[in-house]
């Protein structure tokens, strides 16, 4: 696989989880969708989608050399201590951000494309900062 058809083939599978929260992907300028929820009033949830590829490396040589492109997807997860103009009663952020990233635990977690294919996921806590919770979605890949 080239790198911009791994790019394509994990956007494309973000992009179809069912989650309702605005998600910025790495690269380009950031969504209306995303602005309203992190500066709006209220704000609310909101995802940035990082893919980092490593160095590839020869798999195999047997007919002929076989390349192996490793990365990690990170899907990092803000929400927001309490949102613009509420009360915040009755909602724990804290789980609610952590519920958001078991859901794209569950959607990243050994999916195949092709020959592009993911690995365990985790559910990362990160200090909260400027007033929102955060998670980090982080998943392994390999592309042939």
């Known amino acids: 696989m080239t790198y911009t058809e791994i ?4 956007e494309s599978h973000m992009a179809q989880w069912s989650g309702d929260v605005p998600i910025w992907f ?9 602005k309203t929820a992190r500066d709006g009033d209220p704000r609310g949830p909101w995802i940035r989608f990082v893919i980092n590829t ?3 490396f020869t798999a ?5 050399p076989c390349r192996r492109v490793p990365g990690t997807i990170t899907a990092e997860i803000y929400y927001p201590k309490i949102a613009s103009g509420g009360t ?3 909602i724990n952020p804290a789980y609610a951000c952590s519920q958001l990233a078991d859901e ?5 977690q050994y999916w195949q ?3 592009l294919s993911t690995q ?12 929102w919770y955060r998670r980090n979605v982080v998943t392994d890949f390999d592309a042939d």
């Open 7 to 10: 790019q394509i083939a994990l």
């Open 26 to 34: 790495d690269g380009i300028p950031i969504p209306p969708h995303v």
């Open 54 to 56: 490593n160095k590839a």
């Open 60 to 64: 195999g040589v047997g007919q002929s």
């Open 88 to 90: 915040g009663v009755g």
């Open 104 to 108: 794209l635990v569950e959607h990243f």
């Open 113 to 115: 494309s092709g020959k």
């Open 120 to 131: 365990a996921t985790s559910n990362v806590y990160v200090e909260p900062e400027d007033d």
